[in-house]
């Protein structure tokens, strides 16, 4: 394996400037430095040299390195958040940690003793059952922030009630007066602000607003199945599903009970998976804003370890996918 030393050498400068230069400490302001620059790092790559990572770490005190903490990576929504962090930590030159969590107290706190160790510089965290003030009460001296929590304890959260309006007025303007909402458990705090912000459409629509209008589900496939025969009791033709697992649960229920969709019943999904993608009929839903809202944990979780003033919350509103599981009242596909 190629060292500095070897590095240095294949470039004619010392081992110092080779060091500047692959930590980004080196200015390339002229372009005499910025050929020499362009030149170590081609050798570096050309050697394959790859940094000492422990010594790096003991000069800097930083070992680059961030634990995320995920409940669960069994939804599919999950991969694409655990991606969208991957995405904004290698930007700013950090890599990523896991511990699954598992939604217990005790799988977090066995993670907390090897993190707290020197592992991580900071720590992202995705449980919903673990707190933001329990977590800085185990963590000692390693920097915390909680990810999409509407809680006031994150700094970047997805905009709920943006996203139940923008589904809600789609399906209206396809002339769906009917329209019910499949949610999340109500223990869940993205859960109520998505049945929230719900109501607040229908209450301000009066034409539009059925009896009983929210179905409780769970998050899981299973739940959506079995909420088939309430949906079609009521006589919903458009629905809302707080996730996309629920969506294509409803929709095989609702098949299975010898009803279409999107020709008896229009449904909107919520995460864009590619379960939505894949679904019979493909799935119109909503797209989260996840990389803004990774970049913005990620960039103030950096601001905290450097000892920076933390930035404002900011909430991100997610995007309508319109796609064939949702269609005009009586209109023909």
């Known amino acids: 394996m190629a060292t500095l030393s070897d590095v240095a050498r294949h470039a004619g400068v010392s081992e110092s400037s080779v060091s500047r230069i692959l930590n980004g400490q080196r200015k390339a302001n002229r372009p005499s430095s910025r050929k020499q620059v362009q030149r170590v790092l081609a050798i570096a790559q050309e050697l394959g040299y790859q940094p000492n990572l422990a010594a790096r770490a003991m000069r800097s005190g930083r070992t680059h ?36 969590s598992e939604r217990s107290i005790d799988r977090a706190r066995e993670y907390l003793q090897g993190f707290g160790s020197g592992m991580v510089d900071g720590l992202i965290n995705l449980d919903p059952v673990i707190s933001q003030e329990w977590l800085e009460n185990h963590c000692g001296s390693i920097p915390v922030v909680t990810y999409n929590r509407l809680d006031g304890q994150s700094p970047a959260v997805m905009d709920h009630a943006a996203g139940m309006r923008m589904a809600y007025e789609h399906l209206v303007a396809l002339g769906h007066r009917q329209i019910g909402l499949l949610s999340g458990p109500r223990s869940d705090l993205g859960a109520m602000s998505r049945i929230n912000g719900f109501l607040s459409c229908a209450l301000s629509m009066p034409h539009t607003t059925p009896i009983e209008p929210v179905i409780d589900g769970d998050w899981e496939m299973d739940s959506g199945e079995a909420a088939a025969s309430e949906v079609v009791a009521k006589g919903f033709t458009g629905m809302v599903c707080s996730n996309d697992l629920m969506a294509i649960g409803l929709m095989r229920g609702l098949r299975q009970l010898g009803k279409r969709v999107p020709e008896d019943c229009s449904i909107v999904g919520f995460d864009n998976t590619l379960l939505s993608k894949a679904g019979d009929p493909p799935m119109t839903t909503l797209s989260q804003a996840l990389d803004e809202i990774a970049h913005r944990t990620v960039e103030t979780l950096m ?5 920076k003033d933390e930035l404002p919350v900011e909430a991100f509103p997610p995007r309508l996918i319109v796609r064939q599981s949702t269609m005009a009242v009586h209109a023909t596909p």
């Open 303 to 307: 601001a905290k370890i450097e000892g």
């Open 65 to 100: 390195q961030i634990g995320v903490l995920f409940p669960e990576l069994s939804n599919p929504a999950s991969g694409q958040t655990v991606e969208a962090i991957e995405r904004a930590l290698l930007k700013s030159g950090n890599r990523m940690v896991i511990g699954l």
